[in-house]
């Protein structure tokens, strides 16, 4: 990328920050003959008092604004709509700090039920439960994805494993509300053990879709991704409810394959700035986070690295995290083979991917993405969910029904890691502020044959280097503990349904076994008994030869680092 390319992204995002709040909630209809083409203040007007509103997106994408700063303004200046239950598959909140995200909607007396998979980014949302001013339920992402497409199907249930032995089984657990406890829950147990979710009917959809044309008819050519649309809008037509689109631009008849047929929506709302993805508007595209892309790659990669760089968005890595990254590959590519169906998570997990994409194997792997974008490179930050690239862009419910079918690996993120394998990445403290949720994580591990979890050694721990060892200066505050303080992954029963298990962290590499936490790899440099045995309360067994094996120098130094897989 040159100068002058990434000086023009610079200033595009300088542009978008400057201007973010603006909005136009009376905005221009272009379409006069037509009463399906409403401005947002007329669209919020339509919805109803108490309904079930079922909303599409992911980070940065597909965030319907304008119909999100009009229900919030509505209802400040007229009481309605009021009294919702808003169901959020994943996480389209800003943090408490970007406009035009679901939090425009966090009043009290606007909603009253905030159903998601991950929670983190509503702040606002977790501020009202954490004063008792809305009751939150947790469900498992991949699960609320099919639960949205059975009631599209005329089905008000879900039967799955998805859960056994987490916080989401009420044998064990607390089920599906986090706040208040004693709030409808939403599993049930059956008799042979397994689980039955449901879901109250939508009967309200609201989404962002590309285009409209002049009937009615929408269309998502160019979008960056799909997630939940066509499912929640199936679901609140087969429960009599309404559809509403909100479009970025206007369109003749036959535009692309229709997506929504116009007798199936109730409202279309223009707005010029409705975004494809973070920062960029659907009349403005970014070829490269949909199909048939011109640019390369690479390309693609820089221009979204440009935009995470300027927001400072992504977390600044550190050559112990590199390091770590190099471990967690030579482990992955020792035990995969090509053509397995993967899915990476973010964080630390992200760095094995880039190095995976680097040596060349991603391209021998079959990659996984929960909000249903296949092909290409998982695009960070702003745009996680997005891919640069992709080759294939489905609905978020039809990537999980491929994942319940199929899923040789996950490579994940973790809280807490504990004596018995469990992992944490559900909870951060008390109250639902410090409330993370586990996203599509249950159904993720639920279905994996293998796992890979990566994690920090320590919270804040510190590490020096030499070219080739790394030594403990901090231990920071431990990640590995006895007991995780949530479980969102039960080694138990992974270990009864032979998966494969293995933890990455700064200071070597664990496996779960039979016989407990088993350290199989020390880095060079590090003290057994002192950086790892003494520094956590987390029972560890070592290998029954007695000793880890040592990381080998060239994951240490990353010199010769070159991964393939086996046939």
């Not at 509505?74 to 389209?92: H, N």
């Not at 997630?227 to 003749?252: F, P, Q």
């Not at 690479?298 to 190099?326: C, H, M, Q, W, Y």
């Not at 974008?373 to 969910?385: E, H, M, N, S, T």
């Amino acid at each position: 990328m040159n100068f002058f390319t990434k000086t023009a992204i610079q200033l595009h995002t300088l542009k978008w920050l400057m201007t973010w709040r603006k909005h136009n909630n009376h905005c221009v209809v272009p379409v006069k003959d037509n009463p399906k083409f409403m401005t947002p203040w007329q669209a919020a007007g339509i919805i109803p008092p108490g309904a079930v509103m079922g909303t599409s997106g992911l980070g940065g994408n597909q965030r319907c604004s304008a119909m999100y700063w009009a229900m919030r303004e509505r209802f400040q200046a007229e009481g309605t709509p009021k009294d919702l239950t808003i169901v959020s598959v994943g996480g389209q909140g800003g943090r408490g700090k970007i406009p035009g995200t679901l939090e425009e909607i966090a009043l009290k007396g606007l909603i009253r039920r905030f159903i998601t998979g991950h929670s983190e980014t509503f702040k606002a949302q977790l501020k009202m439960a954490d004063a008792g001013d809305l009751e939150l339920q947790i469900l498992p992402q991949g699960t609320l994805t099919l639960l949205l497409k059975a009631q599209g199907e005329g089905v008000d249930h879900v039967i799955n494993r998805t859960g056994v032995g987490t916080f989401l089984d009420p044998r064990v657990g607390r089920g599906t509300p986090l706040v208040p406890e004693n709030a409808e829950q939403l599993v049930e147990v059956l008799e042979d053990g397994s689980f039955k979710y449901h879901l109250p009917p939508i009967d309200v959809a609201v989404f962002n879709a590309p285009a409209a044309d002049r009937k009615g008819n929408i269309y998502f050519k160019d979008c960056a991704v799909l997630c939940e649309s066509l499912e929640i809008a199936r679901a609140a037509k087969k429960n009599g409810g309404k559809v509403i689109v909100n479009v970025g631009l206007i369109v003749e008849e036959g535009y692309d394959e229709i997506g929504i047929a116009a007798d199936d929506v109730d409202a279309v709302v223009y707005w010029r700035d409705t975004e494809q993805s973070a920062t960029i508007k659907h009349r403005a595209k970014w070829d490269c986070l949909t199909l048939n892309s011109r640019k390369t790659e690479k390309e693609g990669l820089a221009r979204v690295k440009v935009i995470n760089a300027f927001l400072k968005v992504t977390p600044r890595r550190k050559a112990v995290d590199s390091l770590l990254a190099r471990l967690g590959t030579y482990i992955f590519v020792q035990n995969a083979k090509k053509g397995d169906h993967v899915d990476i998570g973010v964080g630390l997990p992200e760095e094995v991917s880039r190095l995976l994409y680097e040596n060349g194997v991603l391209k021998d792997l079959t990659m996984i993405n929960e909000s249903g974008v296949f092909g290409g490179v998982a695009a960070p930050g702003v745009f996680f969910g997005a891919a640069v690239n992709p080759t294939e862009i489905v609905s978020s419910a039809e990537a999980f029904c491929r994942i319940y079918k199929r899923l040789d690996w996950a490579i994940l993120g973790a809280l807490q890691i504990d004596s018995s394998g469990n992992v944490n990445v559900s909870k951060r403290g008390d109250g639902a502020r410090n409330y993370v949720g586990p996203g599509g994580f249950i159904d993720l591990i639920t279905n994996a044959k293998s796992l890979l979890f990566c994690s920090a050694w320590g919270d804040r721990a510190q590490f020096e280097l030499t070219p080739d060892t790394i030594k403990v200066t901090d231990s920071g505050k431990a990640k590995f503990v006895d007991v995780v303080d949530e479980i969102t992954f039960n080694g138990s029963e992974a270990l009864r349904h032979g998966k494969k298990v293995f933890y990455i962290t700064h200071v070597g590499a664990f496996q779960l076994t039979d016989r407990g936490m088993e350290l199989i790899y020390i880095m060079p440099g590090i003290d057994l008994q002192k950086d790892i045995l003494d520094a956590t309360s987390m029972k560890i067994v070592l290998p029954e030869s007695g000793e880890p094996e040592l990381v080998p120098g060239f994951v240490m130094t990353g010199k010769g680092f070159n991964m393939t897989l086996p046939d």
